[in-house]
């Protein structure tokens, strides 16, 4: 007589609990990648609001060779009226040539509150901007190009 085996079909157990915990790690590992990244993409929400204000000093320093002490002063908004879905104002008001980028409420917790700041550096009658983190900004949220 001959015996047939029978052939099982499907997961174990054990199968399935490894193939949990591998998804759960990968998981663990994704999430907090993800958070930093969606972080770092409103932190650019208030580079693309202060070009404009960038803009603006540098055509009123090449004009009169100094900084303006408002934002109005530039042409520009009331600082609470340059804003976006993170950021809450754009002050461009300090006559040292500094431009205040202010995250807000619907800011990530990590950056409720943080400022970035835009400062102007002048030589030979031209403006360099630097980009630097302000109040509470931690710098593994800032662009590349405002890292120290």
């Keep these: 007589m001959q015996s047939m085996k029978k052939v099982q079909q499907g997961f174990t157990l ?7 915990a591998i998804i759960g790690i990968l998981a663990a590992i994704a999430l907090p990648a993800y958070q930093d990244y969606t972080i770092r993409a409103q932190v650019s929400e208030g580079m693309s609001l202060a070009s404009g204000a960038r803009t603006a000093m540098a055509e009123f320093y090449n004009d009169r060779g100094a900084f303006a002490s408002t934002n109005e002063s530039y042409g520009l908004e009331d600082p609470t009226d340059i804003a976006g879905s993170y950021v809450v ?10 431009i205040v980028v202010t ?12 400022t970035l700041e835009f400062s102007a550096t002048t030589s030979a009658g031209s403006l360099a901007w630097t980009c630097r983190p ?4 931690p710098n593994k949220y800032l662009p590349n190009s405002c890292r120290n």
Aim: glycine share 12%; net charge negative.
């Design 103 to 114: 995250y807000g409420n619907n800011a990530n917790s990590n950056i409720l509150n943080s």
């Design 89 to 98: 104002s754009v002050d461009a008001g300090t006559t040292s040539g500094v």
């Design 134 to 137: 302000g109040t509470n900004m």
């Design 14 to 20: 054990i199968e399935l609990m490894i193939v949990v």
